[in-house]
């Protein structure tokens, strides 16, 4: 179980070079019961079977800015079986010079 969250700014602001910007989530097994991804501000619930995915972007590339709140997501209890995903960030700005390691979610630079 995880608490709600974002996966980078959901508040509005400009984007930040380097920052993530989607989300993939794969679902490799999934549970008898329970354990669907809720995204409450959106009123969605993703409740895949296993070898689905779920994808949503939090960037709105017209403004070149982080969504205002409707990426927020949390997943809900499994309550029975067994969940395993996998997570996949996707990242705006980065490169082989300039990896993703250089920034933390929102994208800010880690001090060298």
């Known amino acids: ?17 380097g ?6 989530l794969i679902y490799c097994r999934a ?6 991804t809720t ?3 959106a009123r969605t619930l993703a409740a895949p079977d296993a070898t689905d ?9 017209d403004r070149n800015a982080m969504d ?10 499994v309550l029975a079986g067994i969940k395993y995903t996998v997570v996949m960030w996707m990242r705006k700005g ?5 990896p993703w390691s250089n920034y933390d979610p929102s994208g800010a630079r880690h001090a060298s």
């Open 31 to 36: 549970p008898d019961a329970g354990g669907a």
């Open 53 to 61: 995915a779920v994808f949503f972007s939090y960037l709105d590339k």
């Open 1 to 17: 179980e995880y608490r709600p969250h974002c996966d980078g700014s959901c508040d509005g602001s400009p984007h930040l070079h």
């Open 19 to 24: 920052g993530r910007v989607a989300t993939m």
């Open 94 to 98: 980065i490169s082989a010079t300039d």
């Open 39 to 41: 995204f409450t501000n």
């Open 68 to 77: 205002t709140g409707l990426s927020l997501h949390s997943a809900c209890p």
